[in-house]
C-alpha cells in the first residue's frame, strides 16, 4: 500500500516550452502533497504545499507564476513547468500525506527528471 | 531557518557498522526521519523519532535527543546494496526539511 506514482518518469523539452508533470496517489487520498526539487548532488528541497481543492503554498525564492501547481482530487497534484529554461533541469519529486495517518507520514513518487535544452 | 548538517561521504567494508551523525537547527520540531536514496531514484523511508532514544528496526537503527537537536542513524553487517545517499530530514508541521545527505560507500 501507500503507493505514489509520477508521470512522466524523464521529460526532454526545448527551452521555453511548458512542462506538466503529474503525482497520483494510487491507493490512497492524499489530502496534502509536496513537491521538491533536488539538483545533482544536492539535497531535496521544497518548493511547495499543496493542498486538495485550495491555492498551494510556495516557499521563499520559488516563483509561482513560473511553478504552476494543481491539486484538484485527492488523489492528483500536477506542477506545470512555464517557459523552462536549462537552469530549471533538475529532479523533480512529489509526495503525498494521507488523509487518514499519522502528521507526519509522507510516501514519494519515484521523481521525474526534466533536462531543458 | 532551518539548518541541517551531516557528513557528505563515508566508506566502510562489507559486514561492519557505520553511524551517520545528523545535527539540526529548526524554528520548530516534530521528527527526524532517515531516508535512503539510490542515485536517480526518490528517497524510501527508513525510520522516524519523534521521542528521545533509540529505536532499533531489523539492521539499521536510529537515535534522537531532542535536546541535542542531534540524531544518528547506524548501520549494521553492511551489505554492497547499503551503497546509497542517507538523507536526514527534520519535520516541522509535516513540512521536511532536508539535510545534504550522506554518500555511503560499501566495499567488498
Known amino acids: 500500500g501507500a503507493v505514489v506514482s509520477q508521470h512522466p518518469s524523464w521529460v526532454i523539452c526545448k527551452s521555453g516550452t511548458s512542462v506538466k508533470i503529474e503525482c497520483r496517489s494510487l491507493d490512497f487520498q492524499a489530502t496534502t502533497m509536496f513537491w521538491y526539487r533536488q539538483f545533482p548532488k544536492q539535497s531535496l528541497m521544497l518548493m511547495a504545499t499543496s493542498n486538495e481543492g485550495s491555492k498551494a503554498t510556495y516557499e521563499q525564492g520559488v516563483e509561482k507564476d513560473k511553478f504552476l501547481i494543481n491539486h484538484a482530487s485527492l488523489t492528483l497534484s500536477t506542477l506545470t513547468v512555464t517557459s523552462a529554461h536549462p537552469e530549471d533541469s533538475s529532479f523533480y519529486i512529489c509526495?503525498?500525506?494521507?488523509?487518514?495517518?499519522?502528521?507526519?507520514?509522507?510516501?514519494f513518487g519515484p521523481g521525474t527528471r526534466l533536462t531543458v535544452l | 531557518g532551518q539548518n541541517i548538517d551531516q557528513p557528505t561521504e563515508m566508506t566502510a567494508t562489507e559486514g561492519a557498522i557505520v553511524q551517520i551523525n545528523c545535527t539540526y537547527q529548526t524554528s520548530g520540531f516534530n521528527g527526524l526521519f532517515w531516508y535512503q536514496q539510490h542515485a536517480g531514484e526518490a528517497p524510501t523511508f527508513l525510520s522516524y523519532?519523534?521521542?528521545?532514544g533509540l529505536e532499533e528496526k531489523g539492521r539499521f537503527s536510529s537515535f534522537l535527543s531532542r535536546s541535542k537537536g542531534y540524531s544518528y542513524l547506524l548501520l549494521k553487517e553492511l551489505q554492497m546494496k547499503d551503497s546509497a545517499s542517507y538523507l536526514c530530514?527534520?519535520?516541522?508541521?509535516?513540512?521536511?526539511?532536508f539535510g545534504a545527505g550522506t554518500t555511503v560507500t560499501v566495499r567488498a
Open positions: 523519532n519523534v521521542l528521545d
Open positions: 530530514a527534520a519535520s516541522n508541521d509535516y513540512k521536511l526539511s
Open positions: 509526495s503525498a500525506r494521507p488523509r487518514a495517518s499519522g502528521k507526519d507520514t509522507q510516501y
